[in-house]
């Protein structure tokens, strides 16, 4: 069992930047490829970034790639999410989400297994 706790979330200005965090409970959070996924009202939930259970690979969304970063911090069972460059439509409940399907990167809401109760991000024009 894992539990998923995002902070960073707010309101910022186009062109801003924000870093979201996802702390992990747990001593296998190596164990666990990592996602950020956002929801919009009205909108499916979608990937935003992956991240493999070491780092090594990663997976940004084309409407992400060059302004947002993945990264985590396996000794301090964390993920992160840089969001630079932000945009209005870039406003949505950021989710992370914990997979351990053995597949090194996951797109697809289907293959986590544990979700963070999310996060707001509002970007202003």
């Known amino acids: 069992q894992v539990q998923l706790v995002e902070s960073g979330g707010g309101l910022v200005q186009a062109g801003g930047s924000l870093r979201l965090s996802c702390a992990a409970s747990?001593?296998?959070?190596?164990?666990?490829?990592m996602g950020w996924f956002r929801q919009a009202p009205g909108k499916e939930r979608e990937v935003v970034a992956a991240?493999?259970?070491?780092?090594?690979?990663?997976y940004y969304a084309d409407s992400v790639k060059g302004r947002f970063t993945i990264s985590r911090d396996n000794a301090k069972n964390t993920v992160y999410l840089q969001m630079n460059s932000l945009k209005p439509e870039d406003t949505a409940v950021y989710y992370c989400?914990?997979?351990?399907?053995?597949?090194?990167?996951?797109?697809?809401?289907?293959?986590?297994?544990?979700w963070g109760q999310g996060t707001q991000v509002t970007v202003s024009s």
């Open positions: 991240i493999s259970r070491r780092g090594s690979s990663t």
């Open positions: 989400a914990a997979g351990v399907n053995p597949a090194a990167v996951k797109t697809r809401t289907t293959q986590y297994d544990y």
């Open positions: 747990g001593r296998t959070f190596s164990s666990y490829s």
